[in-house]
Nanobody, 117 residues
Framework: QVQLVESGGGLVQAGGSLRLSCAASGSIFSINAMGWYRQAPGKQRELVATITTGGRTNYADSVKGRFTIYISRDNAKNTMYLQMNSLQPEDTAVYYC?????????WGQGTQVTVSS
């Protein structure tokens, strides 16, 4: 099993920055890729960014150039980050981290990001 715990959401003014964290524990050596998704009120969950264990990244067009995904590793834990700069009100959503491992997926509980205009 892989467990995920997110942190780092909050309220920020437009143009500001936030960094989200996602701590993965459990069978971390079976993880193939991790990612961030978001869901705004009344909308479907959408991909924000993903990163493979080889370091290959992929971003939604709406966040390219503003968001950066990266992973920090130690023996017991992987921590994935999403550095979000130049935030806009349309970035307001609940952000979820995700891990793909052994043909399965794990999700975090979500963290709220609110950007005021």
């Amino acid at each position: 099993q892989v467990q995920l715990v997110e942190s780092g959401g909050g309220l920020v003014q437009a143009g500001g920055s936030l960094r989200l964290s996602c701590a993965a524990s459990g069978s971390i050596f079976s993880i193939n890729a991790m990612g961030w998704y978001r869901q705004a009120p009344g909308k479907q969950r959408e991909l924000v960014a993903t990163i493979t264990t080889g370091g290959r990244t992929n971003y939604a067009d709406s966040v390219k150039g503003r968001f950066t995904i990266y992973i920090s590793r130690d023996n017991a834990k992987n921590t994935m980050y999403l550095q979000m700069n130049s935030l806009q009100p349309e970035d307001t959503a609940v952000y979820y981290c995700n891990a793909e491992w052994a043909g399965r997926r794990s999700w975090g509980q979500g963290t709220q990001v609110t950007v005021s205009s």
